[in-house]
T-cell receptor, first 113, second 112 residues
Framework: DSGVTQTPKHLITATGQRVTLRCSPR?????VYWYQQSLDQGLQFLIQ???????AKGNILERFSAQQFPDLHSELNLSSLELGDSALYFC????????????FGNGTRLTVT | GESVGLHLPTLSVQEGDNSIINCAYSNSASDYFIWYKQESGKGPQFIIDIRSNMDKRQGQRVTVLLNKTVKHLSLQIAATQPGDSAVYFC???????????FGAGTILRVKS
């Protein structure tokens, strides 16, 4: 068990809808990362937060947004969903901003129909 | 651990043999490298890491080798067990950053 908790485990929704994925990092970790894993793209970095502030941005669509709250949990919001957004979404956390391993949750499987 | 990717390379080994999984990384500025194991239905699990000022690091049954000259990373698993069956990813991070970039992955199948 990595200590990173993601909810929900599964989400099925229709195109055009909006969903929120939630992540609780390991106790004491200040950095939270979101990754998308699809069959044809592998693990793609979306965005990183450190202690409530956005630290780095990757291949995150404008329809997607995230935030990290004062209690350090994070939410990833996906809107105007398309079929191609179906994927596994992973949250990871680490203790510092550099040179420390990321610890991943077990992901949220999003299916857009 | 085989649900990720349709065209991942596969390494099949006999139980008890040693496994070597290779990874070519792309960014010569990367200075931190990690190996992850992903089993079906789970998130990537940290195995071992290495910094660019080292060329070898050992853990329990695992060894990571780094060759910066040819930008190559390998993971050696000793006495491979059925529980080692999974997809293995290498990941690299640029200097002063922690934005991990993942490789495509390798499927390891252990035959009993």
């Amino acid at each position: 068990d990595s200590g990173v908790t993601q909810t929900p485990k599964h989400l099925i929704t229709a195109t055009g809808q909006r969903v929120t994925l939630r992540c609780s990092p390991r106790s004491g970790d200040l950095s939270v990362y979101w990754y998308q894993q699809s069959l044809d793209q592998g693990l793609q970095f979306l965005i990183q937060y450190y202690n409530g502030e956005e630290r780095a941005k990757g291949n995150i669509l404008e329809r997607f947004s995230a935030q990290q709250f004062p209690d350090l949990h994070s939410e990833l919001n996906l809107s105007s969903l398309e079929l191609g957004d179906s994927a596994l979404y992973f949250c990871a956390s680490s203790s510092t901003g550099a040179d420390s391993p990321l610890h991943f949750g077990n992901g949220t499987r999003l299916t857009v129909t | 651990g085989e649900s990720v990717g349709l065209h991942l390379p596969t390494l099949s080994v006999q139980e008890g043999d040693n496994s070597i999984i290779n990874c070519a990384y792309s960014n010569s500025a990367s200075d931190y490298f990690i190996w992850y194991k992903q089993e079906s239905g789970k998130g990537p699990q940290f195995i071992i890491d290495i910094r660019s000022n080292m060329d070898k690091r050992q853990g329990q049954r695992v060894t990571v080798l780094l060759n910066k000259t040819v930008k190559h990373l390998s993971l050696q698993i000793a006495a491979t067990q059925p529980g080692d069956s999974a997809v293995y990813f290498c990941a690299e991070s640029p200097q002063y950053g922690n934005k991990l970039v993942f490789g495509a992955g390798t499927i390891l199948r252990v035959k009993s």
